[in-house]
């Protein structure tokens, strides 16, 4: 059986002789691992088109429970993250996520243009990377069943205080006054209103708009920490390439 889609590649990886095996961020099947024969030799027709990043149409056949890559029509959209190792870094964290996460077919068109619009966003160096990875990483989750609860304080009810916190392992807020009369038993991120806001956005907005807000670089921070708490608390699990982010991003801050 054929196939024909849209896709991003998220990983590459060399197998015995010159074949390859992709991860790729499909529009129809959300994420698959297709086999490239013959792409490790730089003349074959996919070599290029099957590299990570690669954005494109890709013409699969698919038997026996496999996906191999019959033509891959794609170019390199993403090419200037090359000439950024902090973008660089961060792409690939991303590229990992999705891979993690990204199982659903239902959410699988939306998903691949929020991928592409992230690393659109890395590559152009339009956008913060703090506000593309926060953004990316909260909507990516909530579509794959990981969405909070950011509505209102889970204690009280109220909408907003000066300062809320988010709590990683349950996804809902407490406001400072409730966190207070806990005796210290629920803690969380700390999200002043801006970085709440952000935060709130970065779930319910529309995906056109979904990285279209800006905040202070204090903010920013404060957001970042909180997305990835959750990440963290919600997956269960380490990213290798965030934690190679995190070393490169430190020595270009502020970023
Ligand atoms: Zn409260």
């Known amino acids: 059986m054929n196939i024909t889609t849209e896709g991003i ?10 074949d390859r095996v992709c991860t790729i961020m499909t529009e ?3 994420v698959i691992r297709a086999f490239a024969k013959g792409a490790q030799n730089p003349k074959n027709k996919n070599a290029s088109s099957t ?14 429970d496999k996906y191999t890559i019959d033509e891959a029509s794609c ?9 950024d190792i902090c973008a660089l870094a961060l792409a690939q964290y991303l590229c990992e996520l999705f891979a993690e996460v990204a199982r659903t077919e239902e959410n699988a068109h939306d998903e691949l243009r929020l991928l592409r619009g992230a690393l659109h966003y890395l590559s152009a160096g339009t956008r913060p990377h703090l506000l593309v990875k926060s953004a990316a990483e909260m909507r990516l989750l909530a579509w794959e069943g ?14 907003e205080c000066d300062t809320m916190y988010f709590i990683p ?4 807020l407490i406001c400072s006054d409730c966190a207070a009369h806990s005796g210290g038993h629920v ?4 999200l002043g209103k801006g970085a709440l806001m952000a935060l709130r956005h970065t779930v319910y907005s529309e995906l056109d708009k979904l990285f279209s807000f800006s905040l202070p670089d204090s903010s ?5 920490a909180a997305c990835e708490q959750y990440v963290k608390a919600q997956l269960d699990r380490e990213f290798s390439t965030l934690g190679f982010y995190k070393a490169v991003a430190m020595q270009e801050i502020p970023q």
């Open 9 to 18: 590649v998220l990983k590459s990886t060399r197998l015995g002789g010159t």
């Open 28 to 30: 129809a099947h959300g």
């Open 51 to 64: 590299a990570q990043f690669s954005s494109g149409q890709f013409t699969l056949y698919y038997s026996h």
């Open 75 to 83: 170019g390199q959209p993403f090419f200037a993250l090359r000439s």
């Open 146 to 159: 990981y969405a909070p609860d950011l509505l209102m304080c889970r204690e009280c009810g109220c909408f």
């Open 169 to 172: 392992s349950a996804g809902q």
């Open 187 to 190: 803690t969380g991120a700390a």
């Open 220 to 224: 920013l921070l404060s957001l970042s």
